[in-house]
């Protein structure tokens, strides 16, 4: 008796992000780090399945050349082997090829959760990710 192995190799997991206005991001990333109510967790490709309500905070997308990032108010994520599917009520990315434009979407940010989040010490942690992280984009 023969038996023959087959390994996958999986680098990438497919992330899809949806608001009711419309798809924020859709693509193939290396992993994503999300706010889960129960706490922060990271999805890379081969993670089991599981679905988890998202609190307010900041989406880390991890690409082969740089990291994004997207802030939420709340939200919903289905995670299987191969994929990330985000229901988000709303959402705000944080990108731009000028200080100035990083500048007014971490605004944007700033007013989407300061209205999602009563707890000030979550929303000043939040930020402050949102800003360091910012700076390293450009």
Excluded: Q, R
């Excluded at 993670?47 to 802030?71: F, M, P, R, T, Y």
């Amino acid at each position: 008796i023969k038996i023959k192995v087959v390994v996958m190799e999986i680098n990438n997991i497919k992330l899809s992000i949806v608001t009711p206005y419309g798809a924020i991001f859709d693509g193939d990333v290396k992993g994503v780090d999300l706010p889960g109510v129960e706490g922060d967790f990271g999805v890379l490709p081969g993670h089991c399945d599981c679905l988890s309500l998202l609190k307010a905070g900041v989406i880390e997308i991890h690409k082969d050349d740089k990291n994004e990032l997207i802030a939420i108010n709340w939200g919903y994520a289905k995670v299987n082997a191969n994929s990330v599917d985000i229901l988000a009520n709303g959402a705000v990315a944080i990108t731009g090829d000028s200080d100035s434009e990083i500048s007014k979407a971490i605004e944007g940010a700033k007013a989407l959760l300061e209205d999602a989040a009563s707890d000030k010490v979550l929303l000043s942690n939040v930020l402050y990710k949102i800003e360091t992280s910012a700076k390293n984009m450009l």
